[in-house]
């Protein structure tokens, strides 16, 4: 059995070597390395940055305390969407719902950090990088997922076999497996005339290539060969599939290009977008209100993105996840603080969906974490460790979510 | 202590024997020349060197330099004042703010009749269009379902207002004789627009094409142009002019340092400008009267103006929290069918206060301690009367009795308990050293030397936290002259934006543009959501669509395509491309660049180029809808040589670091 030290070495030799591949694929190539990858699974991961409240996303309708702790924001019994006699949806996720009942779509409730941190940015960074509780880890959790991987047996690297829908990298995204973070797909390219014939692309192109700040070479060439694949694949004409309809917004647009590159053939495997806005101290709304909109944006765009994806979506396994929950009772301001466990969304092919995962912890005083929100009681990596393993491959575990301890045991066995 | 001679003393310590004009590089344990001492001051004090000043510095000394910027009110500024003029309403206060620019709330005031219409002719024509597009919005949403724009900025090419259809009802789209509009004077042309029916004018402006607007508004003052803005849209001259004074000040001012601890304390205290549809009216306010007089100052002081500043008690939620057992919450209590559901604590401002604003967030305290500390800032709020707008302690909603913070008992004591919190906060040594890894961060490395933060946080418990002293005790430290400190920063979008202005000594009319270019580059002025504001460090800029940004950034302005820019390169006739390349290479990078880049540049210019196209036009974006009078974009002519030449220097690797 390999050491991991002598894994790094040779994934750091891998890495070296691919200096030596051209920098621009050709289209025949391209052809070659989709085919290649064709039958690879792919893996979305989504964050709702700001904790989302899932105790009002699926709610625990049969748990009379989760009307009384809520008495403004509560969603009225008969509004709730059943699930299955005890857990419902918010109103507001009506498109989700066919994928329930076609068993495409999972949840895991009262999932969540063992850290106990209430701090957006802390609960984030601790999910992102996959590390709770440690803040040194330089990493994402999902860079890892890749650097799993035996590399050696890679053929055909593609600038895009990491993407986030974003402007800067997410932190789940960071680390040694070059990633590529995009915010919109059309205006990828040097404006300069629209041709990467003139001089300013290939000076650029040149200019970067010959740089000594080793740093800068290595963000030039991830960005030139991204913009001459993406010009191969003109993704500035894209129809969704009939049916498909993205709500207007970013999160929206995230999905729609997302599902424009799976289409594209790119060779992604991994791909992440956020949305925002989910942090409701005031006001939060009930069946209708600041949170039912957010919900209504998500769930729409999720459903668009799957009705887009057609038959691909087979291959496809969606994760959700948000840094934490929100308080069980209601502020004084008719929002939630700060909680800690959260609900997390899987769909896809391979999903044995229709099915609420975990177990439940209740919402009585007592068991609620220090006497005010939901208790965690599934880790949100045995999720994610799950989606890694079965989806992208990712068989170290102890690398991907170090000093876990996490096996194929902790697994939820959501996916088949 | 005698500054003289410790200047004399420092000088001797960290300069530079070699020849200025030695341009091997040297071993990574040599020493900087006197040359690359005055580039790394202007690297790190400014927002970049223009064309001379290396030169200015060099001469001068750098650490007599240094001393200078780190007494800002000695320096003459006038010329950034003159370039301000252009934006009268960043010199009102809040209140005047929203008088003259009304925002929503008010407009709902004015509906429901709880205020009257202002009398003066101009605010009373405001007024009257702002009321008449609340009217039609609100018919509009009665029928449809409303989209919400949720916080933040509107995704692209989804308006902020949607402009009214055909088939909306409201004032008819008025029939105005352009020509004859532009016969008369301009202020002519300004009485005749704001006396336009209420609402009309609005919807004249909005159908113009971007250089009929141009036209229309050439020859006013920028008031009546203000004025005629906030007949479409109140809240965009406010925001408008904030981002483009931030970018005056950045790239124009002569008290750079200043300006760069502005822009520090305000990424510390982070507000993001479209949390409500109120914070622009303070956040304008915030920057010029909270921070930047407290940029070098003490940092107590500066922590108190911001827990006092209606900016940051809403921005984070502090005027909604209310003590369980205040009086506000008994009443509430006794009353449990009122307007309102029982009022409590909100915990956020207590939460940031301790992680990102003073202690960090290993800084030793709890989730008690945060409870404890928000119950002590319960009643610290905002005055939403006129006038006002400004800070209130309602001691109806400060919890009562004893709390412990930390170990410590804070006596019961109205709002004197929030000042003995932010003293004990203030002066802590976690909030020392915290604090003085950021400023190290900032401006030596982004792995700062643990020596060097030792030694400033050493400062800071000394002199009771002075900034200007613990900014001066790095920049006397070895450390910051160190070799492997010089360009070893990335720069972030706005330093690279700010920074390329100033070395190709741009001309900025309008800064509309570049505000639009900050988004792409994914840093949007005030445009934070989270409290932590941007990361000082250099990995989360260099995104392939970030780096692809500065290029296009670098080529747009070096070919004049940023409407209301204009810079003057060298013209490039019958000389010799070498010559021409050396001298753009000079003036903007003080020649530092790489000689790769060199070879590459000149055989760009040397090169055939191909029969250009026309180049695209700028675009703003979704978040600059109200900017009307916003330069026209036009199609650029293709750029020349030297244009090309200068946007390569400007997109290359040595001009991304500083």
Redesign the interface.
């Known amino acids: 059995m390999e050491t991991r030290r002598a894994f790094l070495k040779r994934g750091a030799m891998a890495l070296v070597g691919t200096a030596a591949i051209p920098a621009f694929l050709t289209r025949a190539v391209l052809a070659q390395a989709t085919t290649a990858l064709r039958n690879r699974r792919k893996l979305v991961v989504i964050f709702q940055r700001g904790a989302a409240d899932g105790l009002n996303i699926v709610i625990p309708h049969s748990e009379p305390s989760y009307f009384q702790m809520r008495p403004s924001i509560a969603i009225p019994r008969e509004q709730i969407i059943d699930l299955d006699g005890f857990f419902g949806l918010h109103p507001a996720m009506q498109s989700l719902k066919p994928l329930w009942d076609q068993k495409h779509l999972a949840l895991v409730h009262a999932a969540g950090s063992p850290d106990v941190t209430r701090s957006h940015f802390d609960a984030q960074d601790f999910m992102e990088s996959g590390t709770p509780g440690i803040k040194a880890t330089e990493d994402g959790w999902l860079n890892r997922a890749l650097q799993a991987e035996d590399e050696s047996r890679r053929e055909v690297r593609t600038p895009f076999r990491a993407v986030a829908l974003s402007a800067q990298m997410p932190r789940t995204l960071q680390g040694r497996i070059p990633a590529l973070a995009l915010d919109n797909l059309r205006d990828f390219r040097l404006a300069e005339a629209g041709s990467a014939a003139l001089p300013a692309t290939s000076g650029f192109e040149t200019i970067y290539d010959q740089t000594v700040d080793t740093v800068l070479h290595s963000a030039g060439r991830e960005t030139f060969e991204a913009i001459k694949m993406l010009e191969s694949a003109d993704p500035r004409k894209y129809t969704p599939a009939a049916g498909a309809v993205y709500p207007r917004g970013r999160f929206g647009e995230s999905m729609m290009q997302i599902a424009q590159l799976l289409k594209a053939d790119l060779g992604v495997e991994v791909a992440f977008a956020d949305i925002g806005g989910w942090d409701h101290h005031q006001n939060e709304g009930s069946v209708n209100g600041q949170l039912a909109d957010r919900l209504r944006e998500f769930s729409q765009s999720l459903s668009a993105f799957w009705t887009d994806m057609g038959p691909e979506a087979e291959d496809l396994t969606v994760v959700t996840m948000s840094e934490f929950g929100r308080t069980a009772r209601e502020n004084g301001t008719r929002g939630t603080d700060h909680g800690h466990a959260n609900v997390m969304f899987v769909m896809g092919g391979r999903v044995k969906g229709g099915r609420v995962y975990g177990r439940w912890p209740g919402l009585a005083p007592e068991q609620l974490n220090e006497g005010r929100d939901l208790a965690v009681t599934t880790d949100f990596r045995q999720v994610l460790a799950e989606a890694a393993c079965k989806q992208i491959g990712a068989q170290d575990l102890d690398l991907v979510f170090p000093h876990a301890a996490i096996t194929s045991s902790h697994f939820l066995n959501l996916l088949a | 202590m005698y500054p003289g001679l410790l200047l004399a003393f420092t000088l001797a310590a960290t300069a530079p024997e070699a020849s200025a004009q030695d341009r091997t590089p040297p071993a990574r344990s040599q020493r900087l020349t006197s040359r690359e001492s005055a580039e790394h001051a202007i690297d790190r004090l400014t927002f970049g060197a223009r064309p001379d000043d290396v030169e200015s510095v060099q001469s001068m000394g750098a650490m007599r330099w240094i001393d200078q910027q780190l007494h800002p009110e000695k320096l003459d500024d006038s010329g950034v004042e003159t370039r301000l003029a252009a934006l009268p309403a960043m010199r009102l206060s809040t209140d005047e703010l929203i008088r003259r620019f009304p925002p929503n709330p008010t407009i709902r005031q004015l509906d429901a009749g709880k205020i009257g219409m202002p009398t003066e002719p101009v605010e009373h024509a405001i007024y009257a269009s702002a009321l008449a597009g609340y009217r039609e919005r609100r018919e509009n949403k009665a029928d449809q379902p409303q989209?919400?724009i949720?916080?933040?900025l509107p995704?692209?090419g989804?308006a902020i207002h949607t402009p009214p259809g055909p088939e909306t009802p409201g004032p008819e789209t008025p029939k105005v004789d352009m020509g004859a509009l532009l016969r008369v004077s301009a202020t002519e042309r300004w009485t005749t627009l704001l006396s336009m029916p209420p609402g009309t004018a609005r919807l004249f402006l909005q159908q113009l094409k971007p250089a009929e607007r141009q036209q229309l508004v050439s020859g006013m003052t920028p008031e009546q142009k203000e004025n005629l803005l906030a007949l479409v849209q109140p809240a965009r001259v406010v925001e408008g002019e904030l981002m483009q004074q931030k970018l005056l000040r950045a790239v124009y001012s002569n008290r750079q340092l200043q300006e760069v601890m502005t822009d520090f304390w305000f990424n510390h205290f982070n507000i993001y400008i479209h949390k409500n549809g109120e914070e622009p009216w303070y956040v304008a306010t915030y920057e010029r009267d909270v921070i930047r007089p407290h940029a070098l100052g003490r940092f107590e002081d500066l922590l108190s103006a911001v827990a006092h500043s209606p900016a940051m008690l809403i921005y984070l939620?502090n005027q909604?929290?209310?003590g369980?057992h205040s009086m506000a919450?008994m009443r509430a209590a006794q009353n449990p069918r009122g307007k309102n559901?029982?009022?409590?604590?909100?915990?956020?401002y207590a939460?940031e206060l301790m992680?990102?604003h003073t202690l960090g967030?290993?800084g030793g305290y709890t989730?008690r301690d945060?409870t404890e500390v928000a119950r002590v800032f319960t009643g610290w709020g905002v005055d939403g009367r006129d006038p006002g707008h400004s800070f209130e302690f309602n001691p109806r909603r400060h919890e009562p009795g004893t709390k412990l913070v930390m170990g410590r008992t804070i006596r019961e004591g109205g709002e004197q308990e929030g000042a003995e919190v932010l003293h004990m906060l203030a002066t802590s040594p976690a909030t020392a050293r915290f604090l003085s890894t950021k400023l190290a961060t900032r401006f030596v490395s982004d792995t700062p030397p643990p020596a060097l933060v030792d030694r400033m946080t050493k400062t800071y418990l000394k002199t009771h936290g002075e900034i200007r002293q613990v900014l001066r005790t790095m920049f006397r430290s070895p450390e910051f002259w160190s070799r492997d400190a010089y360009r070893a920063k990335?720069k972030t979008p706005l330093e690279f934006v700010a920074s390329s202005l100033r070395a190709t000594d741009a001309n900025i009319d309008n800064a509309a543009f570049l505000t639009a270019s900050l988004e792409?580059l994914?840093m949007p002025l005030y445009g934070v959501?989270?409290p932590?504001g941007y990361s000082l460090k250099?990995?989360?800029?260099?995104?392939?669509?970030?780096?692809?940004a500065r290029?296009?950034f670098a080529?747009?302005l070096t070919s004049n395509r940023i409407p209301g820019v204009r810079v003057a390169l060298p013209s490039n006739t019958a000389q010799d491309s070498s010559l021409i390349e050396a001298q753009l290479e000079q003036s903007l990078l003080d020649g530092r660049v790489?000689a790769?880049?060199h070879e590459?540049?000149v055989r760009?210019m040397e090169?055939p180029?191909?029969p250009?196209?026309?180049?695209?036009p700028a675009k703003l974006t979704a978040a600059h809808r109200g900017d009307l009078f916003a330069p026209a974009a036009q199609t650029g002519s293709?750029?020349n040589t030297t244009a090309?030449a200068a946007?390569?220097l400007l997109?290359?690797?040595?001009f991304?670091?500083r």
């Open positions: 989209t919400v949720q916080q933040g995704a692209q989804e939620d909604q929290s209310i369980p919450a559901a029982a009022p409590g604590l909100n915990e956020n939460r992680e990102l967030v290993n989730q945060v990335l792409r994914g959501q989270q932590n250099g990995d989360p800029w260099l995104g392939a669509e970030s780096l692809l290029l296009n080529l747009a790489n790769h880049t590459t540049v760009e090169t180029q191909a250009a196209g026309t180049a695209a293709a750029p090309t946007g390569l997109g290359s690797p040595d991304q670091r």
